[in-house]
């Protein structure tokens, strides 16, 4: 089982003014986020635009980022799709790049939504590959809520072994926690408590404009600097709160860009912020600087 305590840096994909990826940024921030001292990087992940990417180009940005990675921190690909035979081509392909995991999504449009249909989806791909699953909660999004009942299911998979918990629901989340399964936090906003809670770490797409300071965080509660961890969190807080409510891509891009760390443009469909959006953002972040 691949180690991926930490922080997962959920990527934003950066792109060209007219929605096309440009590659050689993609480079250059995999450098600035690993410099930063990231545990690991999550390619594809949902504030990397997953949905509106084509599987050619989730390919073309595995491939690049697994050999400019080459090890030097823990490589996750998205590999989520609505048809289960082109999941497992995308997660065979990046298995044979080196990744060290996969993001899955449940089967989320109008798919099988009770636990022995979800847990056949996940053991079909179990089967076909080699690598560690990470499930993937997030009901705000797909509509479906996995269970603690099916984590412990699909936890008894040979490669399901990780579940990222995005749903923001600490209750639920401690559940998970109390299973055999290692849990990953998704939800912004909740970070320092489910860290506190045993949470082996994030994927974490908020991480994109303040990299540095998510892996103090991580670093100060893993040390049982609670206090230290607290204050941290007291300047991070604000901009988190403001990205979670609606356009969450348009809002880590705007920041990251302030921050340094620019990832460009967005692909339609989505929009970029307004005026008033912009500065309630700069606004927001102003306790990082």
Same mark, same amino acid.
Not at 117 to 124: C, H, P
Not at 168 to 173: D, M, S
Not at 210 to 231: C, F, N
Not at 233 to 241: A, E, G, H, K, N
């Given at each position: ?5 930490? @922080? ?8 060209? #003014? !007219?929605?096309? %990826? ?8 995999? !450098? ?7 545990? /690991?990087?999550?390619?594809?992940? /949902? ?5 509106? &990417? ?9 491939? %690049?980022? $697994?050999?400019? @990675? ?8 998205? #590999? ?6 082109? @999941? ?12 060290? $995991? ?15 249909? &979800? =847990?056949? =989806?996940?053991?079909?791909?179990? $089967?076909?590959?080699?690598? !560690?699953?990470?499930? +993937? ?6 509509? %479906? ?8 299911? &699909? ?7 990780? %579940? ?11 559940? +998970?926690? $109390?299973?055999? *399964? ?18 082996? /770490? *994030? ?38 709160? +403001? @990205? ?9 891009? #705007? ?32 306790? &990082?600087?």
């Amino acid at each position: 089982m691949s180690k991926l305590s930490g @922080i997962n840096l959920a990527m934003q994909t950066p792109m060209h #003014a !007219d929605g096309s %990826i440009d590659y050689s940024r993609w480079e250059e921030l995999i !450098d600035a986020y690993i410099d930063a001292g990231v545990h /690991g990087l999550v390619l594809g992940a /949902g504030t990397g635009q997953h949905p509106y &990417l084509t599987r050619q180009e989730c390919n073309q940005l595995y491939e %690049i980022g $697994a050999k400019r @990675i080459n090890g030097r921190c823990k490589l996750t690909c998205q #590999a989520s799709a609505l048809v289960v035979d082109e @999941i497992i081509g995308r997660s065979r392909h990046a298995q044979d790049l080196g990744a060290d $995991a996969l993001m899955i999504l449940p089967p989320y449009l109008e798919g099988p939504e009770d636990d022995d249909g &979800l =847990f056949e =989806f996940y053991q079909t791909i179990d $089967a076909a590959v080699d690598i !560690d699953i990470i499930g +993937y909660n997030i009901p705000q999004t797909t509509g %479906i809520d996995i269970s603690v009942e099916l984590l412990r299911r &699909l936890n008894g998979l040979e490669h399901f072994n990780y %579940i990222k918990d995005s749903a923001g629901n600490l209750t639920t989340h401690q559940e +998970y926690l $109390a299973t055999n *399964c290692n849990v990953l936090n998704g939800c912004d906003t909740t970070t320092v408590f489910a860290l506190l809670a045993g949470a082996r /770490g *994030c994927i974490w797409g908020g991480a994109n404009y303040m990299p540095r300071e998510s892996v103090q965080l991580y670093e100060m509660v893993a040390s049982g600097d609670t206090a230290g961890a607290m204050a941290l969190w007291s300047r991070m807080i604000p901009s988190l709160l +403001y @990205i979670w409510q609606h356009k969450y891509i348009p809002k880590v891009k #705007a920041a990251s860009k302030l921050r340094g760390f620019d990832g460009g443009s967005l692909r339609a469909p989505l929009q970029g912020l307004s005026d008033d959006e912009e500065r309630e953002i700069a606004i927001r972040i102003e306790p &990082l600087n």
